[in-house]
């Protein structure tokens, strides 16, 4: 009889995880609910590396030589287009999902940065339109708290037809957050389990929307720019009817793109990464002679400013943040580590964000959770690591010899794997190879 | 009076005129005369101005209305009075698609026969149809009153949260979540007070009462199969 331990083997189909899924699912008949985006691995912007100058080109001087980084928006039709320092924006997320709290630190980080944060399917609160210098108002299917004078009161509209981790899927906001000012917001019973539609109630089809964004600009005057969001998945198609449609703005969800509570299952597998989606959202601009008119705001796993970076130089005019913003308030902060043990998490997994437990404050309705969060130090967190992603996003511009972010173009990049290449359209390093494309390599 | 003619101004130009009156109100009644089916006439009111659009209307005529009473000659197209805050929008015949979509407060009136999903997401406007309306009709009605004096399509207040529906007609079918219920007293006082804003002379004792048997607000597996 052998006295060693026997070395038991995990299947790769009926993984330990898989099989926790399945005893979960029988137990409670119901699918998992979390926040946050996709978590498997998907080909994304650590696959490309950026190329810095040598011999054919010549860099900037890194703290000499001006990198510029502002960016305007809603240039096509609106008559006050937004003009931002810096070309990295705060995502949609709703105070409902949020804090109050945490929804004024989002506004006061992006004042302080120049740039712009987005309210979500709940309405805009008080707290974010007084902290928010310049503010986007969703325009969602579910319409919750949507009213005309707070259309007057936002910068610019988004129409939002989806979201990366989930698109086709419409809000969802259980009930343990449905407090008595959120539910008052939305016009819903306290404590209900809030599960939004995924269509507009009032238009069907790319003719419709030129409709409803004709009446929005008439609502208005013509003043805001109207942006429409899609969630990655036909991009090359999405794109072309949005602007057809009448967009000033494109917002491009990739799927890992966070969302406040959706089906694990959903989040995981309906939608594309954000590194495809980049370059048929931009293809499909450039056929419609529209790449820099209608401008292209990225999100979808924007972590650093090399992402940025690389976002741009595959031809977006701009990212968005929502689950890196919501990590620079102290979510997932190791400081709340004891505390999310024995929620059942640890920092750095804490994904139950449609419980409302949240230790950090953030993702929570809790009144005694939410006055953790100190909103003025949440958003000099927040502004700080903005000014980083910026900062991390002009060195690397500057050694590709770039003067300005948005001087960033895809001769800058090239590819680690062969999947990555084929994706982003850009060739495999070491070679002029781009797969799905004509030329030889060597 | 004054008289905007749509035949040789735009609705650009009509819009601009009806929102100049937030910033001074120099104006209370407005004639639109013909319309010819344009979209986005009247949208976006934010004073007790009188309108009256002088033939049909298309998509979202008086959408986001506030304040304004506005009446209309004729049939109007997807999504009228959507989203409406409070006021008053009176259709002479009838409407398409999303009647009242969203609307917060304010009455509309439809004389004719209203499309489907009359009244989705409804959230606190008073609907009174005197027609027929169409399927899906109130899906994911939040507040408010819908009030049909003809019969209704399939799946009437479908996934419902607190609207409250009268029909004098035939129903054709209810949608998940949607029960018939007693008609209370102050069910009759309310309705009677609704017919009366809305100009109907009907009998409140001729309606059935319809509401949301609140069985969905929760996720409970014995109901999957109602999603």
């Known amino acids: ?267 995981e597998h309906v939608g594309i990464p954000t590194l495809p989606a980049i370059p048929q959202a931009v293809q499909a601009l450039q056929e419609m002679d529209m790449h820099r008119k209608v401008q292209l705001i990225v999100s979808g796993g924007v972590r650093t400013g090399a992402d940025v970076a690389k976002a741009m130089a595959l031809g977006a005019d701009a990212v968005s943040i929502g689950t890196a913003a919501l990590i620079a308030l102290g979510d997932n902060h190791p400081n709340l580590d004891a505390e999310l043990r024995k929620i059942g998490s640890a920092a750095g997994f804490y994904d139950d964000w449609h419980e409302g437990k949240d230790p950090a404050g953030i993702t929570t309705q809790d009144p005694e959770l939410s006055k953790r969060l100190d909103p003025v130090l949440a958003g000099r967190r927040l502004a700080n690591y903005l000014s980083v992603l910026v900062l991390e996003a002009q060195t690397m511009a500057r050694a590709c010899g770039k003067s300005h972010l948005n001087n960033l173009d895809p001769d800058d990049l090239v590819a680690l794997t062969v999947e990555a290449a084929a994706m982003a359209r850009v060739p495999l390093a070491g070679t002029k190879w781009i797969p799905g494309q004509n030329g030889s390599g060597y | 009076m004054k008289t905007i003619d749509l035949s040789t101004a735009s609705v650009r130009e009509l819009n601009q005129a009806l929102h100049e009156q937030h910033k001074q109100l120099t104006e209370r009644d407005w004639v639109i005369a013909h319309p010819a089916g344009k979209h986005n006439i009247a949208v976006g009111i934010d004073e007790p101005l009188k309108i009256d659009i002088q033939g049909h209307a298309g998509y979202y005529c008086a959408g986001m209305n506030k304040k304004a009473d506005v009446v209309v000659h004729g049939n109007v197209g997807v999504g009228v009075a959507e989203n409406m805050m409070s006021g008053s929008v009176l259709v002479k015949g009838n409407a398409s698609q999303s009647a009242g979509a969203t609307g917060h407060g304010g009455l509309l009136v439809i004389e004719g026969d209203a499309g489907a999903r009359c009244g989705i997401s409804m959230k606190g406007i008073d609907i009174v149809v005197k027609g027929n309306i169409g399927h899906m009709s109130a899906f994911l009605g939040q507040a408010g009153r819908l009030v049909v004096l003809g019969d209704t399509g399939e799946n009437l207040g479908d996934s419902l949260y607190e609207v409250h529906i009268y029909v004098k007609g035939k129903v054709k079918s209810l949608g998940s979540d949607c029960i018939e219920k007693e008609m209370r007293p102050e069910h009759l006082s309310e309705l009677a007070e609704l017919l009366q804003k809305a100009g109907v002379d009907e009998d409140p004792k001729a309606f059935r009462r319809y509401g949301s048997a609140r069985n969905l607000y929760n996720f409970h597996v014995d109901n999957a199969a109602a999603y």
């Not at chain 1, 409803?212 to 036909?234: F, H, N, S």
């Open chain 1, 1 to 267: 009889m052998s006295t060693h331990e026997p070395i038991l083997r995990e299947s790769a189909t009926f993984d330990r995880l898989t099989i926790q899924e399945i005893q979960r699912a029988a137990e409670t008949g119901i699918y998992d609910i979390r926040g946050g985006g996709t978590k498997r691995r998907v080909p994304h912007f650590d696959d490309l590396l950026l190329l810095g100058s040598s011999m054919s080109r010549y860099p900037l001087e890194g703290y000499r030589e001006k990198c510029g980084t502002d960016v305007w928006l809603g240039t096509r039709f609106a008559k006050k287009p937004l003009h931002l320092k810096i070309p990295v924006t705060i995502a949609g997320m709703s105070f409902g999902s949020l804090s109050a709290q945490a929804k004024e630190a989002l506004g006061r980080g992006a004042t302080i940065a120049g740039t712009s944060t987005t309210t979500g399917d709940g309405g805009m609160t008080p707290e974010e339109r007084g902290q928010s210098q310049t503010l986007v108002y969703q325009y969602l299917p579910s319409r919750y708290g949507m009213n005309p004078d707070d259309i007057r009161k936002a910068d610019a509209i988004e129409v939002v037809l989806g979201q990366g981790a989930k698109p086709g899927g419409g809000g969802m906001l259980l009930g343990m957050k449905v407090t008595e000012r959120v539910a008052g917001m939305r016009t819903l019973p306290i404590g209900v389990d809030q599960r939004s539609a995924s269509r507009h109630p009032d238009w069907t089809g790319p003719d419709d929307l030129a409709i409803k964004i004709a009446e929005l600009r008439e609502i208005t005057d013509w003043e805001k720019p109207i942006y429409v969001k899609i969630g990655a998945t036909r991009t090359y198609y999405d794109v072309k009817l949005a602007v057809k449609a009448g967009a000033d703005v494109i917002v491009l969800d990739g799927m890992q793109g966070g969302t406040a509570a959706t089906q694990e299952v959903f989040i």
